[in-house]
């Protein structure tokens, strides 16, 4: 029924306003649409942006490792295969201790032989060095 009544005094010039109020086919609900519709851009390319930025990292850091067994590969050309043995197994391989090749901070180092054929050094472990193993773990 209000409608009605503005809608006869459009014309008139004192009561303009009222039209502007009352008459306006536009929704004054913009203000939470536009807010909505600024904040989900933003928040979907932030998110898009971490994402990337995580699977550079994730990828980087599975690429790093295969990059630093690829160089130590290039630096170290002999494959060095660690086997573990026995006190009677290094015993008959280097023929009871006999043929010394040096002595190291951590003891001697006798020339054996494996069953198949293959050379080997042994370092056997002083008694004294035992304190100092940590530091004996790189040289193997």
Not at 4 to 26: A, F, Q, W
Request: glycine fraction near 6%; charge should be neutral.
């Amino acid at each position: 029924m209000l409608y009605n009544h503005v809608t006869r005094l459009e014309g008139n010039p004192i009561c303009s306003k009222v039209k502007d109020m009352y008459c306006s086919n536009k929704k004054k609900h913009t203000t939470p649409t536009v807010l909505i519709a600024a904040i989900v851009p933003v928040v979907l390319v932030s998110f898009i942006v971490v994402m990337c930025i995580l699977w550079k990292l994730c990828r980087k850091g599975s690429s790093g490792d295969q990059e630093d067994y690829a160089t130590y590969e290039e630096e170290t050309p002999l494959h060095i295969d660690i086997r573990r043995f026995t006190y009677a197994q290094l015993k008959l391989m280097t023929k009871d201790f006999q043929s010394i090749i040096g002595k190291g901070g951590f003891g001697i180092v006798y020339h054996g032989i494996l069953e198949n054929g293959d050379e080997v050094a042994v370092k056997v472990l002083m008694e004294t060095s035992i304190a100092k193993s940590i530091d004996f773990l790189p040289e193997v």
